[in-house]
Structures are given as C-alpha cells and as structure tokens.
C-alpha cells in the first residue's frame, strides 16, 4: 500500500520539482526550489511552541504528517523517539527526508497519500502532528485525514496541526471568496483555509478536545521573518536565486503581494489537542 523509500532500492535522488514548471508549480514547490525550507504559515517559531507543547520525548512514537523539506521532523528527532514515522505524498520529498533519518531503522518517511490508510496499528502513535497540508484539501479530505489520525493515536495521545486560518469570523462572503481566489491563483494550487473557530470546530466534531491554541501573524515572504525561519545565509541564497530569474521575481512578487494585501485577515494557527 505505501513505499519506505530508501537510499539502496534508488538510483539517483530527484526534488519535487523537477517536472514541474516554475510558472505553474505550487507556491511551497516554488520556494523549495529557490531553497526556502520553512513552508508553513506561522513560520519556524511556531513549530517550537507545537513541539514545547508536544513534550516528545525517548517513549514516543511520533507520527508526522506532510513533512515536506524536513524542517520540523529535524527536531523532532533531537528528542530521540523511540520511533518517528512520516507521511509524504510526494517520492521525492519522501527520499530526501529518508536520507536524513537512514542512521535510526524505528525513523522513516513513507511514501504513502494522508487520504488513504496506513499500515500501522491503530493505537500506535502516542504523538501526531502536521504542518500546512489540512489547508489544501477540502473539508472532506480533511475529515478522512483527522479520522486516520484518530485511529492511528493512542488514548493518551497528542495531536497538534499548524495550519493558515482567517482570523475573524466577521468577514463578509464575497469578501472571503475574493481573498480564497486570490490566494489560490498566487499559490498555484487549492487551498481551504478556516476561521479560528472553525477550525476548532472540525476537529472537535472529529473526536479531538483542542487543549491549546497558538497563532502568530503569517509574514510570509517578509525580511524578518525569512530570517528568521531560514537564518541569514540562507535567507540570502534564497533571495539571489530570485533575483536570477524572471519567472520567480514575478511569481514571488504576486505570492507577496496578496499576502500583504490579506495579513490582517490571515493567522498561522496551531492547535495542540487531544482525544476525548
Ligand atoms: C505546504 S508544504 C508543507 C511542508 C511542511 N509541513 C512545512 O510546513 O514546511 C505541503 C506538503 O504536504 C505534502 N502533501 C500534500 N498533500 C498531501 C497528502 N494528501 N498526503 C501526504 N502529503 C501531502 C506535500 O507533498 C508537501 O510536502
């Protein structure tokens, strides 16, 4: 049903965005390739809040969803857990991450769909969590994943999601559709993202009690906040390999224009919950 994708059964490491077209390709994608590692809303900082809340430790077998460049399952492994399994839909992303994790045996990355099933007892993990992928499916996607999550946590398991939320419920329809459709077209791929509470909302109605909530201003693209996700060095390759070429500079013009046009109305939230 799914693939452990290892160093030894392939031939040669490949990047998720190697077939694609810089035009077209979907904005995480797109920054990838111009070397951005941090592609979540609430930046890095709020990864290390999720993870102070999530306490892993040496006992947990950890479950991370969509982990795209690695970024987070990077600390997560400094806590040693006793296993860390990750879920990737992409080959690609899945073969790099599984480079990273080839010196422990109990830490993989599978190259599986968060829609489908996965071959692991349910009760298995003692810790879940997932960063920026929820957003990009619609609500009944999003409710088989939370639904595999439910099953695969254990009782006393936790659960945490880092994700892009409208962070009022007072906008007007036509407002919040406009501001969908801008942000759809600027990203090159589907996104669904949710207010505060309805965020809460869908994950309660699927079994979870939200035990902590976290949000921080999203400042995606922004000096600071490139700096701080990526450190100096990086920030800076990550802005010359823009400046080398015509289609980033204008992609990336468009991706930070809407973000600033909407900041105010958009939140990176995180949710630390539980099962009831
Ligand atoms: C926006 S990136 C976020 C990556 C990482 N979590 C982060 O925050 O930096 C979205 C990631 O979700 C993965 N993804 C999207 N849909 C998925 C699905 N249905 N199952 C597994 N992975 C998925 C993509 O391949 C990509 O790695």
């Known amino acids: 049903m799914f693939e452990d994708v290892r ?22 994608w797109l920054l990838a390739s111009l070397g951005k590692r941090v592609l979540r809303p609430g930046g890095i900082e709020l990864t ?13 077998h950890v479950i991370e969803y969509a982990p795209g460049m690695g970024v987070t399952a990077r600390l997560t492994i400094q806590n040693e857990p006793s296993s860390y ?8 992303a899945a073969q790099m991450l599984n480079d990273l994790l080839d010196k422990n045996p109990y830490w993989r990355c599978l ?23 929820l957003t990009i499916h619609p609500d009944e996607k999003k409710k088989t994943i939370l639904q595999e999550v439910y099953r695969l ?17 007072d906008l007007e329809q036509d407002f919040l559709e406009q ?29 979870f009690k ?22 100096m060095i990086a920030a800076l390759d990550f802005v010359y390999n ?16 809407v973000f600033r046009k909407y900041n105010n109305y958009l939140c990176g939230f995180c949710a630390i919950c539980k099962k009831i």
Do not use: C
């Not at 809340?53 to 040496?58: A, D, P």
């Open 242 to 257: 823009i400046l080398e070429d015509e289609t980033a500079i204008s992609r990336i013009r468009e991706i930070r224009h």
């Open 210 to 231: 939200v035990v902590n909530v976290i949000k921080r201003p999203v400042f995606l693209l922004e000096k600071e906040r490139l700096i701080e996700d990526e450190g």
């Open 48 to 60: 290390k809040k999720m993870l102070a809340k999530l306490e892993i430790s040496n006992k947990d």
């Open 179 to 207: 501001m969908r459709r801008d942000l759809i077209y600027a990203v090159r791929h589907p996104a669904w993202p949710k207010s505060v509470n309805e965020w809460k909302k869908l994950i309660e109605t699927q079994g």
């Open 85 to 92: 399994t990750a879920i990737e839909r992409d080959r690609s």
């Open 7 to 28: 160093m030894s059964e392939r031939q040669s490491i490949s990047r998720p965005w190697d077939k694609l077209q810089r035009d077209r390709m979907p904005g995480y």
């Open 111 to 133: 190259n599986v769909d968060a829609t489908d099933s996965v071959d692991l007892p349910e009760g298995f993990a003692s810790v879940v969590y997932g960063e920026s992928m």
């Open 153 to 169: 946590l254990n009782k006393k398991g936790r659960y945490a999601f880092q994700e892009l939320a409208i962070s009022t419920d």
